[in-house]
């Protein structure tokens, strides 16, 4: 690992991905929304900072909790099933969605809130010794942290771990390569399928997040999964589905996994009601019928939906019910036990039994540095 990043006072470094303007503002050129900011102004994401020589990451080692986690709710399905993830997220956010079902970690502004700390050798350590296989970044998302995110991989690589981000894809060209590169699988949250739902609904554009999961699918080797988060009236209509597929089968293939979960009554859209369970299975079938090999539902009661099939046999070679792992049918090469077809993703001889605990830790007790 390189030496360690510089804090100029605690939880602050210097953020890359900025310019300076000519009227001495500086622009951010970490997300899409390319702020321009003031020295004392802070972007739309509230964690990145202007000051006289530069714009600072005001967020780095300062967490809003940490959690081993199922790998399974990330969700990450092809991804080493069975393990533990060390999971985590700072404050703020660079979108705006109505319905953030985490609004209360990434609409913080109170950044102090972070009590939090650890450096990335310590997040790397405390997975390590909690027999976690991986960090995942999650909760709000890494693009906005990106500096501790891409030094926390490099520590869990140290240890022998991979590194997970669970994001919006809501990143830059300048930014993205640096970003995917220190990752081992990424989870993107494709929201909806129109311009007007990412305007009106996140406060954000639709072609940046299409960008950025060609980028991954196309020139990284990042594992990639994708989760669209069906709201009744708003993004789940049957036309709005068979465009997204459609795009999905000739942008990404059809071995990308793709995962429709429920949504829930939340932060500004407590008048929508819950997902029916039918709409989610609608969606798959709408999924699998234009050539999408492995969707799955989320948030409901559905073990042929949450299970992994063979799509030259049929069978199923992971039952999953929940966060639970059943039957498994893959034999130590990665391939269908019935008919030997390989089933892409990252597989060891033996899925993982971490089940679906979900273990708050503290990792004070982790603690081998403090930050300076």
């Known amino acids: 690992m390189d030496a360690p990043r510089e804090m100029v006072e605690p939880g602050v470094v210097r953020g890359g991905w900025w310019h300076r303007l000519p009227d001495n503002r500086y622009q951010c050129d970490l997300c899409p929304r390319y702020c321009k900011v003031r020295p004392g102004q802070r972007g739309f994401c509230f964690v990145r900072e202007a000051r006289e020589d530069g714009i600072y990451l005001t967020s780095y080692g300062r967490a809003s909790g940490f959690c081993i986690d199922p790998i399974e709710k990330k969700p990450l399905n092809h991804f080493y099933p069975g393990t533990?993830?060390?999971?985590?997220?700072?404050?703020?956010?660079?979108?705006?969605?109505?319905?953030?079902?985490?609004?209360?970690i990434s609409k913080a502004r109170a950044i102090d809130r972070l009590t939090d700390w650890a450096l990335p050798e310590t997040v790397a350590q405390a997975a390590a010794q909690t027999g976690c296989r991986s960090i995942a970044f999650t909760y709000n998302d890494p693009v906005i942290f990106a500096e501790y995110a891409i030094d926390?991989?490099?520590?869990?690589?140290?240890?022998?771990?991979y590194a997970v981000a669970v994001t919006a894809g809501y990143i830059t060209p300048e930014a993205r390569a640096d970003f995917y590169a220190a990752m081992d699988a990424v989870n993107v949250d494709l929201k909806g399928f129109t311009e007007e739902f990412y305007h009106r609904i996140c406060f954000g554009h639709l072609q940046p997040v299409l960008e950025t999961l060609e980028y991954i699918a196309r020139e990284t080797n990042v594992w990639l999964e994708v989760t669209t988060l069906l709201i009744p009236g708003?993004?789940?209509?049957?036309?709005?589905?068979?465009?997204?597929?459609?795009?999905?089968?000739?942008?990404?293939?059809?071995?990308?996994?793709?995962?429709f979960t429920a949504f829930h009554p939340d932060f500004k859209m407590m008048h929508v009601p819950h997902t029916p369970p039918e709409t989610l299975k609608r969606a798959r079938r709408q999924a699998m019928e234009a050539g999408i090999r492995y969707v799955y539902t989320g948030n409901i009661w559905d073990v042929e939906g949450q299970s992994t099939y063979c799509p030259n046999c049929g069978n199923a070679v992971i039952e999953r019910n929940g966060y639970h792992l059943g039957r498994w049918n893959l034999d130590p090469r990665g391939r269908c036990a019935f008919c030997g077809t390989p089933i892409p993703g990252r597989f060891e001889p033996q899925p993982g039994h971490w089940g679906a605990r979900r273990v708050p830790i503290r990792l004070q007790d982790h603690l081998a540095q403090q930050p300076g």
């Open 234 to 259: 708003h993004n789940d209509s049957e036309a709005e589905i068979a465009r997204m597929a459609a795009w999905f089968v000739e942008h990404l293939g059809p071995d990308v996994p793709w995962h």
């Open 152 to 161: 926390c991989a490099h520590a869990a690589h140290e240890q022998g771990l």
């Open 84 to 104: 533990a993830v060390l999971s985590f997220g700072t404050a703020g956010c660079n979108l705006g969605c109505r319905f953030c079902q985490n609004w209360d």
